[in-house]
């Protein structure tokens, strides 16, 4: 998604940037639905494997509650909430976004499942979002296997520094849940971005500006560190 290769190229200019597709999603294999303990074990797996001691980790949307129980590990040392969805079960307007786009991604219905991602993004990514949402229906089923998550038990417990950042009008934010992680989380600042798209869609700008302050991006720079 342009959109979001740029805001990640961008974090990249400061820190080594690793994506993870877990386990069913994106570019990794189809699985049944995987629990909240297998996703934390995949990606420990591949922090492991890469040889990181400790990283700092932007989990966005339904990819919340994987960020929060990580944050208790030891590993996390700053922890970035993108319109966080903390649990599935109590977002009322992303758990019907969610519904939506399934029922059309499997029925193939293009015009519909198009304009609900317009909704969200901006349209040099609405397309692409189309493509991936109904490639991704075919082979993955389990896209909504953050319907079962939970991060709530969690929240008052993060040891770590932690930024939420979310949108104030966008169609799925489940901005209740990141004022709540907010106020639950020990260390915790928050970041409410104007607009009506995800937050990386909506002020990469201002997303930036606060990435570089939480994380330091020009004292590491100016001590040689990434």
Request: proline share 7%; charged share 20%; net charge negative.
């Amino acid at each position: 998604v342009p959109s979001i290769r740029s805001f990640l190229e961008t974090v990249a200019g400061h820190n080594q940037v690793i994506r993870l597709d877990p386990t069913g999603t994106g570019l990794s294999t189809a699985a049944p639905l995987p629990s909240l303990e297998d996703t934390e074990a995949d990606v420990l797996a591949v922090v492991d494997a890469i040889g990181l001691t400790q990283f700092d980790l932007i989990a966005a949307s339904t990819m919340a509650p994987i960020g929060l129980k990580l944050a208790t590990t030891g590993k996390v040392a700053h922890l970035v909430l993108c319109d966080p969805t903390v649990k599935m079960a109590e977002a009322t307007e992303h758990l019907t976004f969610i519904q939506a786009t399934d029922a059309l991604g499997k029925q193939g219905l293009i015009e519909p499942l198009q304009a609900l991602w317009t909704s969200m993004a901006p349209l040099s990514d609405s397309d692409t979002l189309y493509e991936v949402t109904t490639t991704n229906y075919e082979h993955h089923p389990n896209l909504t296997s953050g319907l079962r998550w939970d991060g709530k038990p969690f929240l008052d417990t993060v040891p770590v520094p932690t930024l939420v950042i979310y949108t104030r009008d966008g169609p799925i934010t489940s901005a209740e849940q990141a004022r709540e992680a907010a106020a639950r989380i020990p260390d915790a600042r928050m970041l409410a971005v104007e607009g009506k798209l995800a937050p990386y869609f909506a002020d990469r700008e201002a997303i930036v500006a606060a990435l570089s302050d939480f994380l330091g991006w020009s004292n590491r720079e100016r001590t040689g560190q990434t």
